[in-house]
């Protein structure tokens, strides 16, 4: 099938973007199925989303920072992840506030307003920090993005891009450099996803389509229904009245499908507060399951790490965020975070961090990851991060941190338990181990990383708990010291599972969406004669640009007009089940700024 493609010869390969009404519908694993439906045809594919917000993050073999959800991208495309398929990454350090990390690498930390350039107070005014390296640049980062993705159309024969919340936030279209703007640039066909498992799909896709530009809707060629439930004939004469005061089709109808979580974006803005995550493959294997209870610590970052735990038959995790949660638990997991003092001071005061003195006093297994392998130690000096100055940790480990300008950004590998592991390094904190067991060495015996102190375990490895012996050997320990008689399974394959769920994506593209026309889409690019659908753009309060001057009636200085293509290149369940917890309202913060 590859060869209907023109990817070959450094001619531009196919493309499409998938958008979504809102966040949460469904964007991520869509793009992941797409992908893993074009390779199995034998497509040279590739993901691509320009700019992510995600406290979930992942090392490349290069060193690069990616969002984990454009890595799991990469693997159900069969491909390499690269920088390239995530460009801006920014991670939330406050509501209003974000790392930003370029092509890889962290250039800063941003507010909202640095970001739009908006410095207040008229003429003279003192720019917010950050303003002088971000603010008015939208051209810049709009030509770095469509770079990468103009190579990646040069290496690959399509390029499945993914976007940001929805395109019809109207208040934020002129900076928009992942849904319209780099549809635009691309000249992409956009397929919107819609979650009807939420209600309002229909208002939803209209409403989205209503609320673009003329120029924009003319590049939305259709829609994608997500997480439907029941008999999709009871849904057709819905769809059919969509097409008709739309003109444009619906391209599919996925069900909800179960057990499909995977590698979610985002921990700031989703509540994983009582969420479960347990194996749905088999029974335990021994006599016990073994429960663990990861602290659902403020700005949660790459709490991935917990589903390789999750994937054992017998081991249910669940998140928790008061002390009395951690009585029955006998694993404590205290994951990542975005804010490691803003975490500690959250532990405290909720009594956590008595509850973990405690059991670190009689001998029951906690084991902290990043972050929270550093609120573990002795002493926190944090002139980076939080700006806290000195702080003292919980003092569980031999441990002091300080945290360095440089973020550390690897990908180890060692030995632990006597068995092979290996992982990736996110991290602005120096541990100093001044005693206690080694945790992680090399293979004649010297330390890597990390500690233990009795049944206090501590690393910064992320991932690390998907090297599938070593994860045995850990529960092993972890069930002997908690007294269960857990055993865990033999053959459990991490690896194999998530290839498993991205193949189940890809069948419920194949069976549920019609991929002659998604094909041809991706092919052809945007079919012509779209029709528009009124009132369109509405006028921006402020300055306008020819890219969000309006489509409704009244004065207007001129038509709008497409961004001009640059010269350097030719050119987040069915699918997931909803994430446990409330949605928080950002309309003021990065996370409802910046796309």
């Known amino acids: 099938m590859n060869g209907r493609f023109k990817a070959s010869g450094g001619t531009v390969g196919g493309g499409l973007l998938v958008a979504g009404t809102t966040s949460d519908a469904g964007k991520s694993v869509v793009t992941a199925g797409i992908c893993r439906w074009l390779v199995r045809q034998g497509v040279r594919v590739a993901p691509f989303k320009a700019q992510n917000m995600s406290l979930n993050s992942f090392v490349t073999r290069e060193g690069a920072e990616i969002g984990r959800a454009q890595a799991m991208q990469a693997a159900a495309a069969r491909v390499e992840p690269s920088a390239l398929m995530n460009p801006v990454l920014l991670k939330p350090g406050s509501d209003r506030s974000s790392q930003v990390v370029l092509l890889g690498k962290p ?64 208040n934020l ?39 673009l530009s003329r120029e924009d809707q003319a590049l939305v060629a259709g829609y994608l229904v997500n997480k439907f439930r029941g008999d999709v004939s009871l849904l057709t004469p819905g769809l059919e009245m969509l097409r008709g005061v739309t003109g444009r089709p619906t391209f599919g109808v996925l069900p909800f499908a179960h057990g499909l979580g995977i590698d979610e974006e985002d921990g700031l803005r989703v509540s994983l507060r009582g969420a479960v995550r347990e194996s749905v493959v088999a029974p335990p294997h021994g006599a016990d399951v073994l429960r663990v209870a990861v602290a659902a610590v403020p700005l949660m970052s790459n709490f991935t790490d917990v589903d390789a735990l999750a994937a054992e038959p017998g081991v249910v995790v669940r998140f928790v965020d008061r002390a009395e949660e951690l009585a029955d638990a006998d694993l404590v997991v205290v994951p990542g975070t975005r804010g490691t003092v803003r975490a500690l001071a959250w532990l405290r005061e909720r009594g956590l961090a008595d509850a973990l003195a405690r059991r670190a006093a009689e001998g029951r297994p906690v084991l902290g990851i990043c972050g929270g392998y550093q609120l573990l130690g002795e002493h926190i000096d944090d002139e980076v991060e939080s700006r806290a100055g000195a702080v003292p940790g919980l003092g569980l480990l031999p441990v002091r941190v300080r945290f360095a300008a440089g973020k550390t950004l690897a990908r180890p590998a060692g030995q632990a338990l006597g068995e092979p592991v290996a992982g990736y390094e996110i991290h602005h904190g120096v541990a100093e181990v001044h005693g206690g067991e080694t945790f992680l060495s090399d293979g004649q015996g010297r330390a890597l990383d990390g500690c233990r102190v009795g049944s206090v375990w501590g690393t910064h490895w992320h991932g690390s708990l998907e090297s599938d012996a070593f994860r045995r050997a850990f529960l092993r320990r972890v069930a002997a010291d908690a007294g269960r008689a857990f055993v865990p399974a033999p053959d459990t394959s991490f690896g194999a599972l998530r290839e498993e769920q991205l193949d189940r994506l890809g069948d419920l593209i194949e069976e549920h969406a019609d991929t002659a026309a998604l094909l041809r889409l991706i092919e052809e690019g945007v079919p012509a004669g779209l029709p528009f659908v009124p009132p369109g753009a509405p006028r921006l309060a402020g300055p306008s640009t020819t890219e969000t001057a309006p489509d409704a009636p009244g004065p207007q200085s001129s038509p709008p007009s497409p961004v001009p293509p640059r010269e350097r290149g030719a050119h987040g369940d069915a699918v997931t089940p909803a994430t446990a917890g409330d949605t928080s309202d950002h309309s003021n913060s990065l996370e409802g700024g910046i796309r």
């Open 173 to 211: 279209r002129r900076t928009d450099i992942v849904n319209m703007g780099i549809a635009r640039a691309g000249r992409l066909p956009v397929v919107v996803v819609g979650d009807i498992d939420r209600g309002g799909v229909f208002a939803s896709f209209f409403g989205t389509t209503a609320l």
């Open 107 to 170: 250039v800063g930390e941003l507010s909202a307003k640095g970001y739009f350039g908006h410095a207040g107070g008229g003429a003279g005014a003192a720019a917010p920090a950050g303003t002088a390296l971000y603010g008015g640049r939208r051209e810049e980062l709009l030509g770095t993005v469509t770079d990468c993705l103009a190579e990646l159309r040069r290496t690959h024969d399509a390029v499945i891009c993914e976007g940001a919340g929805s395109p019809a936030e109207i």
